[in-house]
C-alpha cells in the first residue's frame, strides 16, 4: 500500500500524483515506469516515473483520465492508498553527451519526457524541446522542460498558446536552422510514427519511448509485444525505449486500438455508476 501525499490538477484530465515509495524511489532512473493497480482485482497499467525525490522517498506519477483504471486513480485524494506499486521496471534511458538532442513531448508523454531531458542537460547535451497540446489549457510542465532546456517551441492545434500546428511543424523548424544529433519522441502513437517519418527523412537517429498494453510487465503474458526490425520484442522488459526508425508503427496502432470498443463500454458503465 503506497500513500498519497500530495495531488495536482495539471489540467482538467491530468493529474501529478507525489507518492510515498521509497524502495521505488531509491532505484528510479529516466526511463523507468511502474505498474499501478487499486484494489485487489484491480487493472494493472503501467504509468512512467516522472520523477522521483530521495529525501522524501517519494516518486512523481501523472495520470491522464482516459479509462476506467486512470478515472479510478484520478479519484483518489491526499493521505489515500494505491493498493500496488510494482516498479522500477524496464530498461532505463541511454543518456551520454550527444551534442543536440531534440526532444518532442505531445500531450501526457511530457510527462515521461521531462526526467529524460533532465538527465540530457545534466551530461552536457544541448536540448532543444517542442511541446505539443491541442491548447494551451492542455500544456503541461512547461515550466519544468524550461528549466532543464536550451530552446522550447510550444505548438498547440488550435493556436491558443505557442506557435498554432503539430509537434511535426516545431520540430521541422529546428532541424532545418541547425545540426541535431538525435531526437527523442514521446506521446501518443500516432505522433511518434509521424515524428519518426520527420527525422526519418532528415537521416537522425531517433528514439520513440512506447506505452503499449501491458498486464504483467515481466515479458511473460505478450501482452505488449511490438515488432521492431521485423523482430518481436516486449516493450516491458525490452524497452519502453527503441529505435523509432525501425518500429512497425501500423502494427502498433492496431494493437492499441484492440480494446477500444470494450474500454469505451466499460467506461460508459463506471460513469453511470458514479453520477
Given at each position: 500500500?503506497?500513500q498519497?501525499?500530495?495531488?495536482e490538477?495539471l489540467?482538467?484530465?491530468?493529474?501529478?500524483?507525489?507518492?510515498?515509495?521509497?524502495q521505488?524511489?531509491?532505484?528510479?532512473?529516466?526511463?523507468?515506469?511502474?505498474?499501478?493497480?487499486?484494489?485487489?482485482?484491480?487493472?494493472?497499467?503501467?504509468?512512467?516515473?516522472?520523477?522521483a525525490n530521495?529525501?522524501?522517498?517519494?516518486?512523481?506519477?501523472?495520470?491522464?483520465?482516459?479509462?476506467?483504471?486512470?478515472?479510478?486513480?484520478?479519484?483518489?485524494e491526499?493521505?489515500?492508498?494505491?493498493?500496488?506499486?510494482?516498479g522500477?521496471?524496464g530498461?532505463?534511458?541511454?543518456i551520454?553527451n550527444f551534442?543536440?538532442?531534440?526532444?518532442?513531448g505531445?500531450?501526457?508523454?511530457?510527462?515521461p519526457?521531462?526526467?529524460?531531458v533532465e538527465?540530457l542537460?545534466?551530461?552536457?547535451?544541448?536540448?532543444?524541446t517542442v511541446?505539443?497540446?491541442?491548447?494551451?489549457?492542455?500544456?503541461?510542465?512547461?515550466?519544468?522542460?524550461?528549466?532543464?532546456?536550451?530552446?522550447?517551441?510550444?505548438?498547440?492545434?488550435?493556436?491558443?498558446?505557442?506557435?498554432?500546428g503539430?509537434?511535426?511543424?516545431?520540430?521541422?523548424?529546428?532541424?532545418?536552422?541547425?545540426k541535431?544529433?538525435?531526437a527523442?519522441?514521446i506521446?501518443?502513437?500516432?505522433?511518434?510514427?509521424?515524428?519518426?517519418?520527420?527525422?526519418?527523412?532528415y537521416?537522425?537517429?531517433?528514439?520513440?519511448?512506447?506505452?503499449?498494453?501491458?498486464?504483467?510487465?515481466?515479458?511473460?503474458?505478450?501482452?505488449c509485444?511490438?515488432?521492431?526490425?521485423?523482430?518481436?520484442?516486449?516493450?516491458?522488459?525490452?524497452g519502453?525505449?527503441?529505435d523509432?526508425?525501425?518500429?512497425?508503427?501500423?502494427?502498433?496502432l492496431?494493437?492499441?486500438?484492440?480494446?477500444?470498443?470494450d474500454?469505451?463500454?466499460?467506461?460508459?458503465?463506471?460513469s453511470?455508476?458514479?453520477?
Amino acid at each position: 500500500m503506497h500513500q498519497i501525499l500530495h495531488k495536482e490538477y495539471l489540467s482538467e484530465k491530468v493529474v501529478k500524483f507525489e507518492i510515498l515509495a521509497p524502495q521505488i524511489a531509491k532505484k528510479r532512473m529516466a526511463g523507468h515506469f511502474v505498474i499501478v493497480k487499486i484494489g485487489q482485482k484491480g487493472e494493472r497499467i503501467p504509468l512512467t516515473i516522472s520523477s522521483a525525490n530521495l529525501n522524501t522517498g517519494t516518486i512523481t506519477l501523472i495520470v491522464q483520465k482516459v479509462g476506467v483504471t486512470s478515472h479510478k486513480l484520478a479519484m483518489l485524494e491526499i493521505d489515500d492508498y494505491i493498493t500496488d506499486i510494482v516498479g522500477p521496471l524496464g530498461q532505463p534511458t541511454h543518456i551520454e553527451n550527444f551534442g543536440t538532442v531534440l526532444c518532442a513531448g505531445g500531450g501526457v508523454g511530457v510527462a515521461p519526457l521531462l526526467p529524460i531531458v533532465e538527465e540530457l542537460k545534466k551530461k552536457g547535451n544541448r536540448v532543444i524541446t517542442v511541446l505539443a497540446a491541442r491548447s494551451k489549457d492542455l500544456v503541461i510542465l512547461e515550466k519544468e522542460i524550461r528549466a532543464s532546456s536550451d530552446q522550447v517551441i510550444i505548438m498547440t492545434d488550435d493556436g491558443s498558446y505557442g506557435k498554432k500546428g503539430l509537434v511535426t511543424n516545431g520540430m521541422e523548424e529546428v532541424i532545418l536552422n541547425q545540426k541535431i544529433d538525435l531526437a527523442i519522441t514521446i506521446g501518443p502513437a500516432i505522433m511518434m510514427k509521424f515524428t519518426s517519418l520527420l527525422t526519418k527523412k532528415y537521416i537522425i537517429p531517433t528514439l520513440a519511448s512506447l506505452n503499449s498494453i501491458m498486464v504483467d510487465g515481466t515479458g511473460m503474458c505478450g501482452a505488449c509485444r511490438v515488432s521492431v526490425s521485423n523482430k518481436t520484442k516486449f516493450v516491458c522488459v525490452d524497452g519502453p525505449e527503441f529505435d523509432a526508425h525501425q518500429i512497425d508503427f501500423d502494427e502498433l496502432l492496431m494493437r492499441l486500438g484492440g480494446y477500444q470498443e470494450d474500454e469505451m463500454k466499460a467506461l460508459d458503465s463506471y460513469s453511470k455508476l458514479n453520477n
